[in-house]
């Protein structure tokens, strides 16, 4: 197994609260986990990124510059990630930069200079365990209330309960001590 060069989460339902068609800046809530998640793969030399579908664009309910204005938002508030990808584009548009397909990781880990399985894509729904397997690279479910039960059950094996233990895991934590590592919340 490649080491894990960059970490690459899924902004809505991961880092954080999905808002659908976001592009109000402050309507951006971080998740539990989210902040330490990216201050934990930072403090070890770890690229972090974002890679996001947005669809919003393509249907025309929120503009680009909008999209922007709501990551710099969530940037500011995890302290700063090193890029940020996302695609505008609808399901129907057949892209290969929309997750499941591998685009948005091969973009995000070109651009972070990293081999794609190099990287960790942690993501809320099975699009984002699929788009890491496309791109060769490691793929982590982190389940919320929307996701769907099918996605958890598929994905037991590769899933954490919140970013900062996937991150923690990765690092090479044991499954069961990922939790009391990291210490008052």
């Not at 880092?15 to 934990?40: C, I, K, M, Q, S």
């Not at 895991?169 to 001590?177: E, I, M, Q, V």
Request: charged content about 20%.
């Amino acid at each position: 197994m490649t080491t894990v060069a960059a970490v690459l989460f899924d902004r809505d339902g991961t880092l954080v609260a999905d808002v659908p068609y976001n592009g109000d800046p402050d309507r951006v809530r971080l998740l539990p986990g989210a902040a330490e998640a990216v201050a934990l793969a930072r403090s070890h030399g770890l690229a972090t990124g974002v890679v996001s579908n947005q669809s919003g664009i393509g249907r025309g309910l929120l503009t680009a510059e909008r999209v922007r204005a709501v990551n710099a938002r969530a940037d500011a508030l995890l302290g700063g990630l090193d890029t940020w990808v996302f695609c505008p584009h609808t399901p129907e548009a057949g892209c290969g930069c929309r997750k499941p397909r591998p685009g948005l990781i091969r973009t995000a880990a070109a651009r972070l200079g990293v081999p794609a399985a190099a990287c960790l894509v942690i993501g809320d729904i099975a699009a984002d365990v699929l788009a890491a397997r496309a791109a060769g690279a490691r793929g982590v479910l982190v389940p919320n209330a929307a996701t769907a039960p099918a996605e958890v059950q598929r994905f037991l094996e590769q899933s954490a309960p919140d970013p900062f233990i996937a991150v923690r895991r990765a690092l090479g934590a044991p499954r069961d001590s990922a939790t009391a590592a990291r210490g008052p919340s």
